[in-house]
């Protein structure tokens, strides 16, 4: 596997985190402690993270 991929798939599990932990810290789930403010720094460097992820394995070719 090229480690440019592997590295996209990286970003991209690392981006759904961030999601996941943004949106838990909105919703007060989960004993975080996050206000609604503070709750959306993950979720948007999440959001970065798995946009930057999902176009980096899209636009890597493959070579055998």
Do not use: E, Y
Request: charged share 10%; aromatic share 10%.
């Amino acid at each position: 596997m090229n480690q440019k991929r592997t590295f996209g798939s990286i970003l991209t599990v690392l981006g759904i985190i961030g999601i996941i932990l943004g949106a838990l810290g909105f919703l007060g789930i989960g004993g975080l402690g996050l206000s609604k403010m503070n709750s959306l720094v993950p979720f948007v460097v999440g959001l970065i993270f798995f946009f930057a992820g999902i176009n980096l394995v899209r636009t890597t070719g493959d070579r055998a």
